[in-house]
């Protein structure tokens, strides 16, 4: 197992351009309700998967809903492995390496691919996707298995952007929660990785 390391939360950089705001408030309040002690207990065990980057940069591949809650939640330091150090390559180098390894996915909250250059240097940055919302909250209420698949979650939120009219889910997101989890099951979606039938 990799030796898990600490560093301050704002230093840690994404790898995507969006993240789920209703998924991170309720890992927000999950924080939140933590003492100090089980809030840390929790983040190690929890760990951030890191890849080192130019000019020694560390940039997450996973769990950043977790990241920008616990950013919300003003923890300070989080826990983290590391998964690959590229920080002797160029940028251009380096974003070839991350898409070689689906560690990079700059998909915006239409489903549009961006240039690496858009990512934003800070999970503050990281603009509201609710569809990565619903897909998290289907996947949480059994609608699909999590996998080791890499960026699912984008597979998933993709497929009900295209089935489940975007006023529909601001306008009622439990019946759009509802909508998800039956589509989820359905024929429709047997080909998506953590597809449970």
């Given at each position: 197992?990799?030796?898990?390391?600490?560093?301050?939360?704002?230093?840690?950089?994404?790898?995507?351009l969006t993240v789920g705001m209703l998924e991170v408030e309720v890992k927000r309040k999950r924080l939140a309700s933590l003492s100090p002690t089980a809030r840390e207990a929790f983040l190690q065990a929890h760990p951030m998967p890191v890849v080192i980057g130019p000019e020694e940069c560390l940039y997450i591949t996973d769990h950043h809903h977790l990241a920008r809650a616990a950013l919300e939640a003003r923890v300070r330091d989080a826990w983290f492995t590391i998964e690959a150090d590229f920080s002797s390559y160029g940028a251009r180098k380096f974003w070839l390496k991350m898409t070689e390894h689906s560690w990079v996915h700059p998909l915006d909250e239409h489903g549009v691919r961006h240039d690496y250059r858009f990512i934003p240097r800070h999970l503050k940055k990281l603009t509201d996707d609710i569809y990565r919302s619903l897909a998290g909250f289907v996947r949480d209420a059994g609608g699909f298995e999590k996998t080791g698949a890499a960026f699912v979650e984008f597979i998933w939120a993709d497929f009900f952007r295209r089935n489940i009219a975007i006023e529909d889910v601001r306008a009622n997101f439990r019946q759009a929660l509802r909508d998800g989890k039956r589509l989820a099951r359905s024929p429709l979606a047997k080909r998506i990785p953590g597809f449970t039938g």
């Open positions: 197992m990799p030796k898990l390391k600490r560093a301050p939360i704002k230093s840690l950089r994404p790898t995507q």
